[in-house]
């Protein structure tokens, strides 16, 4: 079976890496747009409904507007963008994260791509709330460190542009959304089902891909005082049949932000000190491979059927 596929948003940083990952399948055929048209509206709804599925690697207002754009019963969406990750109709695209989920994302007309913070965040903490290891009512805090091409285009042009922001070289490493209102807070909350939302801490540092997503965690004070082993077996418990997901001993010394970089892995660790109790859960991946293309391409596959892996980098 062959689908077609439309990419909205094809040129930008995202979309360069979906294209990357489907071109050369004989099982896919990618509908394009010339650079004259790639933004008009007419030639994209033209585009969007000829098309099997499109994946919106846009920002979010275009990325609404995009969906408006589809006349027909049969075009179904991934949407790269945050516009949709915690709006009803929309499956939530982490195939992982709860039983059933991938039967779910194989049936949907419209799958939000989680954000790429929140994949690793998610990915850690939804299975010890599950669990009922942490409470679903501990005030939880996530501290994060990304390649700057999280920031799409205009942040990669700051980065690698001959002048940053006045002359000087860009920042080796920049604290960011400092007043805790990240727009990936919400999924968060909610895909974790948290009772509050976890205080998020990023920092974009200056390499160009590769993610390190932490949360610290006072196992001793829980009721339950779970172990560190007793959260690295639900871990592994929870991704026993993923060939993305894996589960590394807790014993590493360092851990370093390119492990996963370049590849659509997402690996995940519980570090810490059992004398005491206190746990460092540590996921990495790369914001455009698991935490951006890799997971649309995962989706895009589970949904037309085909291998879950086809054209990841594992
Ligand atoms: N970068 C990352 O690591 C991740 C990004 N995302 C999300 O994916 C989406 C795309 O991000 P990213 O690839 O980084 O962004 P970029 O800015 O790199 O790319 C966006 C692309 O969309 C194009 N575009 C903008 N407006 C329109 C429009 N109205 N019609 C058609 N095309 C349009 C831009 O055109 P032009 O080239 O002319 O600017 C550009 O090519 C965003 O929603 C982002 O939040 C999600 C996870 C990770
Ligand atoms: C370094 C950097 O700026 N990162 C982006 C998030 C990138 C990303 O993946 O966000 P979406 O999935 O929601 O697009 C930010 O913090 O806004």
Known sequence: MTITVFIDGAEGTTGL??????????????????????????????????????????PDDAAREAVTLIDNAHTRVIDASTAHRVADGWTYGFPELEPGQTAAVAEAMRVSNPGCYPTGFLALVRPLVRAGL???DW?????????YSGGGKSMIAEYEGPKVQGGGPAPAARAYALGLAHKHVPEMQKHARLEHPPIFAP??????RGMIVEVPLPLHLFVRRPTL??????????????????????????????????TDRLTLRVCGNPETGQARLIATLD?????????????LNIMAGFDQTAGLVL
């Open 139 to 147: 005030p939880i805090t996530v501290n994060a460190i990304s390649g």
């Open 17 to 58: 890496e979906i294209r990357d990952r489907l071109s050369g399948r004989h099982d896919i055929q990618l509908l394009t747009l010339d650079e004259q048209k790639r933004k008009q509206v007419a030639a994209r709804a033209e585009a969007i409904n000829a098309s099997d599925f499109v994946i919106l690697c846009l």
């Open 134 to 136: 942490v409470p679903a």
């Open 229 to 262: 082993l007793a959260c690295e077996t639900a871990l592994r418990e929870a991704y026993k049949d993923s060939p993305i997901v894996t589960v590394a001993p807790g014993d590493a010394t360092t851990v370093d932000i390119g492990d996963d970089a370049a």
């Open 287 to 299: 914001n455009l491979g698991k935490g951006a293309a890799g997971a649309a391409v995962q989706s």
């Open 203 to 208: 920092t974009v540092v200056n390499i160009y």
